[in-house]
Structure formats: structure tokens, C-alpha cells
């Protein structure tokens, strides 16, 4: 590789992490607003499923990509509800209720697009080429990196986000000052899911097409990227950076000998675990997450 | 008295009539009338477990009473906490209801925040609590952490919250409990003036010096009932402990006998390093007797912790040496210790002594649970851990008494006599108590203590830890200081003095 090899393999490298970053960026964001309000959110890919199948339903049959979007932050939106309510009022435990929601989506995605191609499993997006560009990428790219400072100031500069941070950390307290523990956290659990949701309609646009499970496990990467981004809006755009950038070498490194794919592919998960067991600093969770508020 | 600050000067501040209040097993308030007048302060006095707790939260919305009537104000109160509270009602409770890594000003404003529908402004948060913290000798910094201020201040922070909603009537349940002397007095200068400027004061405790001193008026509960309500200059506190408890009180039991056993627990040049890295034990060397109790004073913070920790194998010791009769525990774990005799009254009874979603029963026999004749082989035995449990609610007066009741749902004296009834069931060679009666009323205290006493008249090796001077002076056969992890003096039980062991408590070498 000459210099100008070089230069080329850097902006690609770049423009691809951006792409690969920006589902993780959206979803990560979704799950900071549940998790700052106490409410674990392992749905997150479920959701992102949900939303990736309906965001490239819609935008087929309507050759329309925003209605699509729309419609993907609508399931979410409606799924998360169903994850809140049995975390929230039906106290059920968080992480059989998310795991719930991605088997469902699993095999409701596989069943409804059986439905919608006559027996197919994956279709195309034609609507993929109407697209529009501006530079390099989808607007979308653009759309999540600015969700970033939108979601720090509604957490941190608001009201609402003063009461989300307190349910998350100590509910009694918050409850005794008047907050509606359940109905702020129902809310940031929806918030979360609309982010999931139009997170998931990306991949199809990405990749130009539908497929069974395409989400892959980046719902539980996107979780992962909140965790090593120690539950702060601004880390986890960080950690979703350097995850997608693993990605993104995988993938051009691909086919090439030396280092083995996997390696790459094993990034995020070796980096979460080592931001958990806390060897880079200790990321503290919020106090009360998983924890239902009881009223007696 | 103060003018009241109200349109209506004929109605109460706070008006009960014939609230009941019943839980499982236990009717918490049973027909209950109060009157608390504006600009009084009103004590609320009980034992523990006597339904103080219960009616405040009846009163704060908290609970729905069962029966009955709550007038606020002349306005009748029906369950919302938020909607009470916009009334004038302020609560404090005994456990603060404080977010730990928000700020002072954050804490204070939530669910009130100044500002339009959307924005934030805490600038103009941080302004008005320093304003009010002014205005009434609260001085604190408001943005500080809560998980940085001291115990005392972070009541202030929770004095400021019902200040800044506008609070007229202000309930605190048991404010002193956690507090030093001088933080104390502190609060009751804040009150007064809180009086003084026309609010009123239901104040909730079982010390009876601090509702001479400090209230205009005093009701008396006992088992969910009012005994008595007085005006303060009507009684006394010997009338005041005879009513709460419902009988005479005699002195607290008082050691007989010496000390003749020989040395159980040897404790030699013990170290041992805190979480945070420090040295918490740095060289602690002392023996107990059979037989003897020796009280540990010290102010906390200063190793008790980690000294526990270590004589029951929870920590493991950086160096020294613990003898347990002519035994070397070195490399034991926690069930040796156990084995070998050993048992604690810890000190965080929530967290260690007791498992509060297991039953009664549950929690009486565990740390024998393994054994016969509550285990045979894998299998448990259910009734032999029903009888055992039966047997021990009888011995030590457990209320409710009825084994399959969860712990969570006891009294805190209640969960106490659970933990002492289950460690001194295991007939221990070694019995380490830390703060045995915190939290306790009279009754509970006096219970604990003649407990301690039996085993020590039984020929046990007590370790008493507690910050309380009071109680090791009573107990104590001698006397060790702590301080900085050293011992920096033990004395005979009569040499020692509250002025010498106070001087020992700071750092003084003897």
C-alpha cells in the first residue's frame, strides 16, 4: 500500500465505523433512558427486530424510507410498552420480561414475513436506491450523532430528568416528593423503545434488504456500549464508536489472512465484560435498576 | 405560643379520630385520637412497634387507615402523599429519603423544580435553597453531593425539602437517632425556631429527656393504642416511662460476680486494610476472659467494623494472630468460626443479622440449618424448625409469634430479638455483640442487656462494640478505646470514666 492506499483504507475505515456505530448509538441512548430509570432493558434487541421488520415493510409498500422510520419508532414504541408494563405494575422480573419480548420477536418477524412475501424469509428493499445522501451517508448517520446532545440535555437540563434520574437511583425518595415513580419510568421505558425501534430500521436500509434475526445479537451490543460507557449518554456514542469501528475492521479485514475475523468480532463483548468486572474504573450502575417499586 | 398562621384559628393543625390501622397479625393502630395544636411542638412517644410509624404514615398519605378520620388543616386527608404534602404536611423520616450522588439543591427542589414545564434551572434551585438555608441557620453548600455530607447535615438537607414546599406542619420520625450531642442540639435550635416562626412540630422518639426538653406537649402509644396525652409542665419522665412502657421500670440489670475464666478470644497484634486500602486494624492486641464482658468504646469508623469482620472470618487479617481457646484460626473460614463457638449480634442487623424475605423460623435456625435436628442428611426438617422457632419466639418474646411470618415485616426491635435469640441459641463460647440495642427503646434495650449478661454469668467470652459510653460503662468488666484502629487504652471497669474514655475516643494515649 502506497500513502494514498493508506489514506483510502482510513476514510473507509472511518466512513464504515460511522455506519456500523449508528444503530448502536441510537440503541445504546434507548437503553440509557431505561436504565436510568431503573429499569433493565435487555428487549433492546427484540425491539430493534421488531422495528428493522416493520421499518422495511412500510417503506417497501409505501416507497416512502421516513414513513418507514416513523413506523419502526411506533413498534418500538408500542413493544417497550409491554416490556414496561410487566417490569413496572406486574413487578415481573426484567430480565425474563426482555428475553421474552426477543423471543417473540424472533419468531413474530420470521412469521409475519412469511406472511408478507408468501413464504420468504428475507426480501429486498427497493425503496433502498430512493434513498437520499447527504455526503457519505444516510441521514440517519447524522440523525443519531445528533440524538446525543438532545438526549444529554433531556436527562440532565429538565425536569423530567431530574425525576427519571431519581426513580432510577432511589424511587422512595421520589415518591415521597410527589414523583409518579410508575408513569416516569413507563415513559422512559417507551422513549427507549421508539430509539430502539428506529435503530432497528436502519439495518434494512443499510444493507438494502430484510432478513430473519438481522440484528444479530447489536441489541445486546448496544446494552453493552451503555455499560462500558458507564451509563452516560456521551460514553455510550464512545463506546459504540470503538465497538462499530471493530466491526468495521472485521470486515475489511476479512478474507485477508492474519488476524482471524473473529477476533474483531469478539471486541465489544471482551470490552463490556472488562468495563463490568471493573478493571478500567469501576461503572456504577444506577442503585435502584431492576428494582420495582413496592407500594405497601 | 405563636399566633397560628391560618385563616381558621379555631380548627387543629392535625386533627385523629379513632384511626385503626391493621396488618397481618398485628393491629398497628387501634382506634387512635390526636390533637396537635398550631405552633406546638407534640411528641409522639412508644416503644418500638407501639404504631408510631404507622400513624405518621396514615397521616402522610402513605397508608390508607382502615378506619377513621385524618383532618390536616380541617381538610380531611385521603391517601396521595403528594396531595397532603401540598397541604403543608412535611415528613423527615427516620431513614432519609435522600438521592445519594444528586446534589443538595437537586434533592430539595425534586418533583418542585422551579423554572418553566420543560427547562431546568438549577442556578435558581442552588439561589433559593441558599436562601432558605439562611434564612433559618441551615448552612450548606447546595451544590454538595449528599454522599459527602455528614449525617447531621444530610437531616438539614432533609429539613430544607419540607421548608422549601412550603411545610407548615412538619412530622420527623426519630430525628435524633443518628445524630452526635452537639448535631442534636443543633436541630432543636432549629425547631424552636421553626415554632417561632409558626409552623408546628410532631416529633416522633422514645427518648424521654429530649421531649422534656424540647416539646409543648407529649401522646403516649402503647401497642397501637393512646395512653395518654399531657402537657409537658403535667409530667415527669419517670410518668412518661411508666406509661410508655406499661409498667414500672426497674434499673437496668447490673454485673455480679468477678471474672475468673480463663482467656477465650486472644487477640494478638492483629492488622487488617479496609475496601478503600487504609489500614483499619493497625496492631490490636487484647484477651477476654470466660465470663467477662469487654466493652470496645470507640467512635465509629475507627476499625470496629473490620474488627468484627475479622473475628468472625468475614475479613480476612493482614497479620496477627486470633486464638479462640487454645485454637489458632488462622486460614478458618466464616463456618469454623462458627463451629468453634463463635456468634455475632452484628451491627447492620438489616443487611447481616436477618434475611428479611425468609420467615421467622427460617432465620432462627440458620447457621445450624445444616445440622440435626433441623437437617437430616439433604432433606430439612420443616417441624423441627417449626418447634425450635416456637420454642425461642415464647423465650424471647418475639411479636407476632408466629414462625411463618416474614422478617422484613417485623419491628426493627422484633428483627433484633430475632438475631439474639438465634445466636445465643448456638450456646457460643464467643459472643461478639456490635451495638446490640441501636435502635432499641427501653424495654429492648433492657432486654438486650440482660441477655448479654446471662451468657456472661453462663461463662461466655463477650466482645461489646458500641458507641454508646452509657451502656459499656453499665456492662463492661473492662473497658478498651479504639481509635484510628489502635487500642489507645483498656481500663478496669472502675477506673474508667466517661471524661477518661472520651479522651481515649479521640486519639489521647493513655
Excluded at chain 1, 216 to 234: C, E
Excluded at chain 2, 303 to 317: A, C, D
Aim: with cysteine; aromatic share 6%; proline share 4%.
Amino acid at each position: 500500500m502506497g500513502d494514498s492506499g493508506v489514506a483510502l483504507f482510513f476514510m473507509t475505515l472511518l466512513v464504515s465505523t460511522l455506519r456500523k456505530a449508528t444503530p448502536l448509538i441510537l440503541a445504546s441512548l434507548g437503553g440509557f433512558f431505561s436504565e436510568k430509570s431503573g429499569v433493565v432493558n435487555i428487549a433492546l434487541e427484540g425491539i430493534m427486530l421488531f422495528g428493522a421488520f416493520v421499518g422495511a415493510v412500510v417503506a417497501q409498500t409505501t416507497q416512502n424510507p421516513w414513513l418507514g422510520v416513523l413506523a419502526a419508532a411506533g413498534v418500538g414504541g408500542a413493544v417497550a410498552a409491554i416490556h414496561a408494563t410487566a417490569s413496572i405494575w406486574f413487578r415481573a422480573n426484567q430480565i425474563v420480561s426482555g428475553l421474552g419480548v426477543n423471543l417473540l420477536a424472533v419468531g413474530a418477524t420470521i412469521f409475519l414475513c412469511e406472511v408478507y412475501t408468501g413464504g420468504q424469509r428475507s426480501f429486498m428493499l427497493s425503496v433502498s436506491e430512493k434513498l437520499p445522501r447527504w455526503g457519505p451517508f444516510l441521514p440517519l448517520v447524522y440523525i443519531a450523532l445528533l440524538m446525543v446532545p438532545v438526549v444529554y440535555l433531556m436527562v440532565y437540563r429538565t425536569r423530567q430528568g431530574l425525576r427519571l434520574r431519581a426513580v432510577g437511583e432511589h424511587p422512595e425518595a421520589a415518591r415521597t416528593m410527589g414523583v409518579d415513580v410508575q408513569m416516569t419510568r413507563f415513559w422512559a421505558v417507551v422513549i427507549s423503545g421508539v430509539l430502539a425501534g428506529v435503530a432497528g430500521s436502519f439495518l434494512p436500509f443499510f444493507a438494502g434488504s430484510f432478513a430473519k434475526n438481522m440484528t444479530n445479537g447489536l441489541g445486546y451490543i448496544a446494552l453493552g456500549a451503555l455499560i462500558f460507557g458507564r451509563w452516560t449518554p456521551w460514553g455510550a456514542l464512545a463506546a459504540s464508536l470503538l465497538f462499530g469501528s471493530a466491526d468495521a475492521l472485521q470486515e475489511m479485514l476479512q478474507g485477508r489472512g492474519g488476524v482471524p475475523s473473529q477476533f474483531f468480532q469478539m471486541v465489544p463483548y471482551v470490552l463490556t465484560m472488562v468495563a463490568l468486572a471493573g478493571i478500567v474504573g469501576r461503572a456504577i450502575p444506577p442503585r435502584a435498576l431492576g428494582i420495582p417499586l413496592r407500594k405497601e | 405560643m405563636t399566633e397560628p398562621s391560618t385563616t381558621n384559628p379555631t380548627a387543629l393543625a392535625v386533627e385523629m379520630r379513632r384511626v385503626t390501622k391493621q396488618f397481618p397479625g398485628v393491629l398497628a393502630n387501634d382506634c387512635i385520637n390526636l390533637q396537635v395544636a398550631y405552633g406546638e411542638i407534640h411528641a409522639i412517644i412508644g416503644e418500638n412497634g407501639a404504631g408510631k410509624s404507622t400513624l405518621m404514615s396514615v397521616l402522610s398519605g402513605l397508608l390508607k387507615a382502615d378506619e377513621g378520620e385524618v383532618l390536616l388543616k380541617g381538610h380531611p386527608v385521603r391517601g396521595r402523599p403528594h396531595l397532603v404534602s401540598r397541604r403543608g404536611l412535611g415528613m423527615v423520616y427516620q431513614h432519609f429519603m435522600l438521592v445519594p450522588n444528586f446534589t443538595v439543591a437537586e434533592n430539595v427542589i425534586l418533583g418542585n423544580e422551579p423554572g418553566d414545564r420543560v427547562h431546568l434551572d438549577l442556578r435558581a434551585a442552588e439561589e433559593a435553597v441558599r436562601r432558605l438555608g439562611q434564612d433559618y441557620g441551615l448552612n450548606l453548600d447546595p451544590a454538595a453531593r449528599i454522599e459527602d455530607l455528614s449525617v447531621g447535615e444530610q437531616q438539614r438537607v432533609e429539613i430544607l425539602k419540607v421548608l422549601y414546599r412550603g411545610s407548615d406542619v412538619i412530622v420527623l420520625d426519630e430525628p435524633t437517632q443518628v445524630l452526635t450531642l452537639q448535631e442534636k442540639n443543633e436541630l432543636f435550635e432549629t425547631l424552636r425556631c421553626l415554632v417561632r416562626d409558626g409552623r408546628t412540630i410532631i416529633f416522633i422518639t422514645h427518648h424521654l429527656e429530649e421531649v422534656m426538653a424540647l416539646s409543648d406537649r407529649v401522646t403516649v402509644l402503647r401497642r397501637g393504642r393512646v395512653v395518654a396525652s399531657l402537657a409537658i409542665q403535667d409530667t415527669d419522665i419517670a410518668t412518661l416511662a411508666q406509661l410508655m412502657v406499661g409498667r414500672e421500670i426497674g434499673p437496668g440489670e447490673k454485673r455480679t460476680g468477678d471474672v475468673t475464666g480463663d482467656v477465650v478470644l486472644e487477640v494478638s497484634d492483629l492488622t487488617a486494610v479496609s475496601e478503600r486500602g487504609l489500614q483499619a486494624l493497625d496492631g490490636v492486641s487484647f484477651g477476654v476472659r470466660g465470663g467477662e464482658i469487654l466493652g470496645l468504646a470507640g467512635v465509629e469508623g475507627n476499625g470496629q467494623r473490620e474488627l468484627v469482620e475479622t473475628l468472625t472470618g468475614l475479613r480476612i487479617p493482614s497479620g496477627g494472630e486470633i486464638r479462640i481457646g487454645d485454637q489458632s484460626t488462622h486460614g478458618w473460614s466464616p463456618r469454623q468460626f462458627l463451629e468453634a463457638g463463635v456468634a455475632v449480634i452484628p451491627e447492620n442487623r438489616r443487611v447481616r443479622g436477618v434475611v428479611e424475605p425468609f420467615t421467622i423460623a427460617e432465620n432462627l435456625v440458620l447457621g445450624r440449618h445444616w445440622k440435626r435436628p433441623f437437617s437430616k442428611g439433604w432433606v430439612l426438617d420443616l417441624g423441627a424448625m417449626e418447634a425450635e422457632a416456637k420454642s425461642l419466639i415464647s423465650d424471647f418474646g418475639i411479636v407476632p409469634p408466629d414462625p411463618e411470618i416474614l422478617v422484613r415485616t417485623l419491628s426493627g426491635g422484633n428483627q433484633q430479638r430475632v438475631v439474639v435469640a438465634r445466636e445465643l441459641a448456638k450456646k457460643p463460647v464467643v459472643l461478639i455483640a456490635a451495638h446490640p440495642t441501636r435502635g432499641l427503646d427501653i424495654a429492648g434495650r433492657q432486654f438486650a442487656h440482660s441477655c448479654l449478661l446471662r451468657e456472661r454469668s453462663l461463662g461466655a467470652a463477650i466482645l461489646l462494640v458500641s458507641s454508646d459510653l452509657e451502656e459499656i460503662l453499665d456492662l463492661g468488666d473492662r473497658i478498651a478505646v479504639i481509635f484510628e484502629g489502635r487500642i489507645t487504652g483498656i481500663l478496669p471497669r472502675e477506673e474508667a470514666s466517661e471524661g477518661k474514655l472520651g479522651l481515649l475516643m479521640v486519639g489521647a494515649r493513655r
